[in-house]
């Protein structure tokens, strides 16, 4: 089972994003701070989870952490800010929405640039190695996820409900076919190069 902190004793909060790579929907992070000797079987890396697990373990990560923050970027700010500068600004944003402020940050990742004060360090594939980053990438999926599921009663063609803005073939067929809406990136390569130039 994964420990919850690198350093037990220290105030740490764990950060992780999700949606970097999709064409659509809002890059969406969290930051938890778990009590110093909480563990789960099922904190793990939220892509390994089941979404029943996952929604379960979303409720425990809400009930038993003794801070937590979600925080999104919009597609209009990803295309102005780049996705790289807005997955650090949703980590940022979620860190800053704790209502207690940690003394150091977990990021998972092998980059971070913020104007937070608050010491930080990159860990690459943090969410299979430490608790409170597993944590964060549990409940920002889920909350993606949701997110997604409802942005697809609005825009069905699309499979926002099963695909989450991923691109996957429906997606980018529905785009061939219907165009894109502004929940799309457009800095973004939506399709691939060779039905662009339509060939």
Not at 94 to 117: C, H, M, T, W, Y
Request: charged fraction near 25%; include cysteine.
């Amino acid at each position: 089972m994964l420990k919850a902190r690198l350093n037990s004793k220290r105030l740490e909060a764990g950060c992780d994003e999700v949606g970097r790579g999709c064409l659509a929907g809002p890059v969406v992070a969290a930051a938890v701070i778990l009590p110093p000797r909480f563990k789960h079987p099922w904190l793990i890396d939220s892509k390994k989870l089941s979404e029943k697990r996952r929604l379960e373990m979303d409720a425990l990560i809400k009930s038993k952490a003794i801070a937590w923050g979600i925080s999104e970027v919009s597609p209009e700010e990803i295309d102005k800010i780049n996705i790289l500068n807005a997955s650090f600004l949703a980590m940022s944003e979620a860190v800053e929405k704790l209502n207690i402020q940690p003394e150091f940050l977990l990021i998972d990742g092998n980059r971070f640039r913020s104007a937070l004060s608050i010491p930080f360090e990159c860990i690459i594939k943090g969410d299979s190695k430490l608790g409170s980053i597993a944590a964060a990438s549990i409940i920002a999926k889920n909350y993606r996820d949701g997110l997604m599921t409802e942005l697809h009663k609005q825009h069905p063609v699309y499979g926002w409900n099963k695909n989450v803005g991923y691109p996957t073939k429906h997606h980018r067929d529905a785009i061939i076919s219907y165009g894109t809406t502004h929940f799309h990136r457009q800095s973004f390569q939506l399709l691939p190069r060779q039905l662009e130039l339509g060939l």
